[in-house]
């Protein structure tokens, strides 16, 4: 269960797929290593992803671009249903959880009931890992 997706939103780039890290009105940054082939990138860099550690990314033109997805992942904790979001440099899931205070309080989540819940877990923690996929126009 190593590769579990995250929510968010893929680009496919050359019979690729990356993911999309943030992005203007005609490119899109691609999460990639700087030894990553990408002959259409026009500009190179590193956003912070945490606890000293960076994303690496390449913009690129939109219109070099064979499709954008967006992707929906969740899975059930503790009988709950919870939105999988992040990996963490340690290989922990950042889950998101839009629900009671009581049931976000069971599961240990940080938030409030206005802005949603939000928790570490460990991959082995989750089950019914269910993945949506729906490809932008």
Same mark, same amino acid.
């Given at each position: 269960?190593?590769?579990?997706?995250?929510?968010?939103?893929?680009?496919?780039?050359?019979? @690729?797929?990356?993911? +999309?890290?943030?992005?203007? &009105? &005609? =490119? +899109?940054? /691609?999460?990639?290593?700087?030894?990553?082939?990408?002959?259409?990138?026009?500009? @190179?860099?590193?956003?912070?992803?945490?606890?000293?550690?960076?994303?690496? =990314?390449?913009?690129?033109?939109?219109?070099?671009?064979?499709?954008?997805?967006?992707? &929906? +992942?969740?899975?059930? /904790?503790?009988?709950?249903?919870?939105?999988?979001?992040?990996?963490?440099?340690?290989?922990?899931?950042? +889950? =998101?959880?839009?629900?009671?205070?009581?049931?976000?309080?069971? /599961?240990?989540?940080?938030?409030?009931?206005?802005?949603? =819940?939000?928790?570490?877990?460990?991959?082995?923690?989750?089950?019914?890992?269910?993945?949506?996929?729906?490809? @932008?126009?």
């Amino acid at each position: 269960m190593s590769e579990v997706p995250m929510t968010g939103v893929l680009a496919e780039y050359r019979g @690729r797929r990356y993911r +999309v890290l943030f992005g203007g &009105d &005609d =490119w +899109v940054a /691609l999460q990639a290593a700087a030894e990553t082939a990408l002959p259409d990138a026009f500009a @190179r860099g590193e956003s912070p992803a945490g606890q000293g550690h960076y994303n690496p =990314w390449a913009k690129v033109p939109r219109t070099a671009l064979d499709g954008l997805i967006d992707v &929906d +992942v969740s899975a059930t /904790l503790d009988g709950h249903s919870v939105s999988l979001r992040q990996r963490s440099s340690e290989g922990r899931i950042r +889950v =998101w959880f839009v629900g009671p205070p009581a049931v976000a309080k069971e /599961l240990g989540l940080d938030g409030d009931q206005y802005m949603g =819940w939000t928790g570490l877990f460990d991959p082995s923690e989750f089950e019914d890992i269910h993945v949506e996929e729906t490809r @932008r126009v």
